[in-house]
């Protein structure tokens, strides 16, 4: 009788041998062994140093001191990932490939997708591994989040994008929970703004015209302690001018003193797991909101529904709260609707809608509190700046989530060329990969074109063994999609789709074809119950056409009001969650606002409700961004 060892468990037993030998080779350099942690045999000490290396090292001759079998998978876990992290693609590899990922639980699973992800792009140059590895989405949990920030930071560093790079650091120090390794992230930082400063990127530099407040504030400092000063005192005033300008950064909790001897006056404010790194948001200076929109110009007809929603919304608040202003934005730049905020004395604005204007808005210091109705490209986490969109992407990675909540484990997937098919369908694969799904095979259709025979018959070559389809398109050409999908004998395959699928109007006749295909939407669209068919109804009598036509929108301008009253009334804290009509609205550490969407199918052509959003749909994803804690 033979037996059969598999090339992956014969490389993982050398593997191990290596390192058994290794960690005796350490033993006999020492006289003798301590059971507290040190520098030299702490993994996670390695780690916060950023020396994932060794971290990997030590975690693997853990696992071959335990005799439980659990204990040394969990351990192998932490070596694949830190050697993933450190670069080691040999390494990596042969210790994931030893690892069952079904033996795992879900956010570990993620963990692991990721850290096949960074194999994936370790031999990309640093811009296209960039583009394989986006920021992570709202709602991804927080030990993903941070590890995503890092390896950011390192393939920016890597080409010399000095404050990206520096940036990125500052937003993984947003979600790090451990002490040891938040300090550590600090001096990292510091390091790095002090190279910033010898090559000429300072905080006004136009290398940094587009970083956040917290990245100039360490770059700031850094200009201050490269200086050669006349005297301690002049260095000491000025720390304290630069205190006063960047109040609450965090430099203030253990830098300032470690690298300067330098007591501040001030302190980050105590932050619960995940929170804002520059602290909690300041109180508006009063309760006056105003309403920030393109009220004339080319978007005028969206500004109106989201205009005419808000102040439904506001009708149905009672007198609490005094008439909010409205702004046309379509005659103001960015700095002037802020002029015109702090001379009404306003105390939170919401909007503006245009981009361009909000990523100007998210530059500037103010004191105005803002609900921004678009999302900036580069996170934002300056206290009151709050970001609420539709965004495609967030409906992408909620068909992504349902997906896995039904057991699916393998996708297709046919998106739109162009900007929009990207963004929506990085979205729906990154949140699908955090969950321990596969995208086995996709493909991109031209949207100005009815015959879809080429894409259709390429995604569905791997057809085998896949669960779905995910479709991005408008309903047009859903419906001909879903026909064509028939065409070609893939009618059992579940397609799943976004809002994007139903124009927001029942529409029997042309929606027949899409029967059985299954889409996330708002609740405000899709919900029912005696509560919504009421203000539905109520909206269209008072609104008309703009309510009907433009629900969507109507209602987003629903939500934006909550939002402005909450900040208005107690202020708004990651972890915050209501319930909206454009789903159940969940504030995220970064100020970006997660929707959780209603879940429907059509059937005779028409939408029905399979499940409304819970609050419970937000807790559990917040609980699974509880850090790894099995060490």
Known sequence: MTSSISPAFRALSLLLVAFVLAGCAGQMQRPSDTSQPTATNDPRQAEAQGDYERAATLYMQASTRTSDPDRARALRLEAGLAAAQAGNVSMARQILASIEPSTLSELDRRRYSLAQ?????????????????PPPTSGVPGVIAERVWEKRAQLHFAQNDLIAGIGDLVQRGVWLVDDTMLRANDERIYDRALDAIA?????????????????????????????????????????????QQYAGHPATRTLLADRFNYSPSTTPVSREPGAPSMGAAPRPTSDTVALALPMSGKFANAAQAIHDGFMFAYSHAGASLPQPLVYDTETMGASQLLDRARSDNVGVLVGPLDKEKVTEIARLNSDVLEVALNYTDNPNTRPGFYQF??????????????????????ALALVPKGDWGNRVFDAFRNTFNERGGQVVNYATYSPDQHDHRGPIQSVLSSRQGADFIFVAA????ARLIRSQLRFYRASDLPMLSTSHIYTGTVDTDNDIDLNGVGFADMPWVIGSGNFLDSRRSEAAQRYGDVATRYSRLFAMGMDAWTLAEQVVDTGLSPGDVFEGMTGVLAMQPDGSVQRYLAWGVFRGGAPQLVEMPSRSDAQTDRADSAPWARR
């Open 389 to 410: 969109a539709l965004a495609p992407e967030d409906e992408a990675s909620a068909v992504a989530r349902h997906a896995s909540e039904q057991g699916y484990s393998s």
């Open 474 to 477: 408008q309903p047009t050409q």
């Open 117 to 133: 992800r960074e194999v994936e792009v370790a031999d990309l140059r640093p811009d296209q591994a960039l583009a394989k590895l």
């Open 199 to 243: 090559f000429g990127q300072g905080p006004q530099s136009m290398a940094a015209r587009d970083a956040d407040d917290t990245t100039r504030g360490w770059l700031a400092l850094a200009d201050i302690g490269q200086r050669q000063w006349a005297s301690r005192d002049a260095r000491d005033q000025a720390l304290a001018q630069w205190e």
